[in-house]
């Protein structure tokens, strides 16, 4: 059974930056997406950003230039730095997987959640 577990969530001014870690154990499968979603009050779940195995990446436009998603392999984690953060960026942020070669932006289709971490930005 896989698990992730995020990390690196709190409280910033707009402008400024965080990095967001999650750490996957027990995912078996060859070839997947680990993505990032988050999830503000009242708002639907959003896709924000996603990296394939073989390095294929994708952002949601409202993030595009200010965050990077990126992964470290050997130590079976992934990461997203948020910079320039806007204090529509407040939410909880999720680590999510999906078995297949491609990610996609429904939340529908990833298998896998972490817990969530509060990213909250003032202005």
């Known amino acids: 059974q896989a698990q992730l577990v995020e990390s690196g969530g709190g409280s910033v001014q707009a402008g400024g930056s965080l990095r967001l870690s999650c750490a996957a154990s027990?995912?078996?499968?060859?070839?997947?997406?680990m993505g990032w979603f988050r999830q503000a009050p009242g708002k639907e779940r959003e896709f924000v950003s996603g990296i394939s195995r073989y390095g294929g990446i994708i952002y949601s436009d409202s993030v595009k230039g200010r965050f990077t998603i990126s992964q470290d392999n050997a130590k079976n984690t992934l990461y997203l730095q948020m910079n320039s953060l806007k204090p529509e960026d407040t939410a909880v942020y999720y680590c999510?997987?999906?078995?297949?070669?491609?990610?996609?932006?429904?939340?529908?289709?990833?298998?896998?959640w972490g817990q969530g971490t509060q990213v909250t930005v003032s202005s």
């Open positions: 027990g995912y078996t499968d060859n070839s997947y997406c």
């Open positions: 999510a997987a999906r078995s297949g070669d491609f990610c996609v932006l429904g939340s529908q289709y990833y298998n896998y």
